[in-house]
């Protein structure tokens, strides 16, 4: 089982070019079963999701952990976690104490009748 971390900075790379389909080929080459994101989503305003969900989906099998109350982001306070196979059987989202909105997306996946993942992605 490959997991993975990784803060996508806002799908802008070190060239600073927004390019959020470098960032999905990325992904796509780590082919991890798990992947927590960060920084995932716009900063201000309705914090709206930068990637393409769906096409990621199509092209990997990494499905989002649903998370409620998110309005148009993809995750928690930029984090997002996506996942291969499994059930998602629980989600916290946690609140971070500090002056930046921070906070913790904590899931639990029923990987099978046997194994679980505990997996918490944050961005400290």
């Known amino acids: 089982m490959v997991v993975a971390s990784y803060n996508v900075h806002k799908c802008i790379g070190t060239d600073r070019r927004f390019d959020p389909d470098r960032t999905a080929r990325v992904i796509r080459e780590m082919s991890p079963d798990v992947i927590a994101l960060q920084e995932a989503d716009n900063r201000f305003g309705d914090r709206a999701g930068l990637l393409d969900l769906a096409r990621l989906e199509l092209e990997t099998g990494l499905v989002p952990v649903p998370v409620s109350g998110n309005g148009k982001g993809h995750g928690w ?48």
């Open 77 to 124: 306070r930029g984090n997002v976690l996506l996942f291969k196979r499994g059930t998602v059987r629980d989600v916290h989202q946690l609140k971070l104490p500090g002056l930046e909105p921070r906070g913790a997306l904590v899931a639990e996946i029923d990987l099978d009748e046997k194994r679980s993942l505990r997996v918490i992605a944050a961005h400290l």
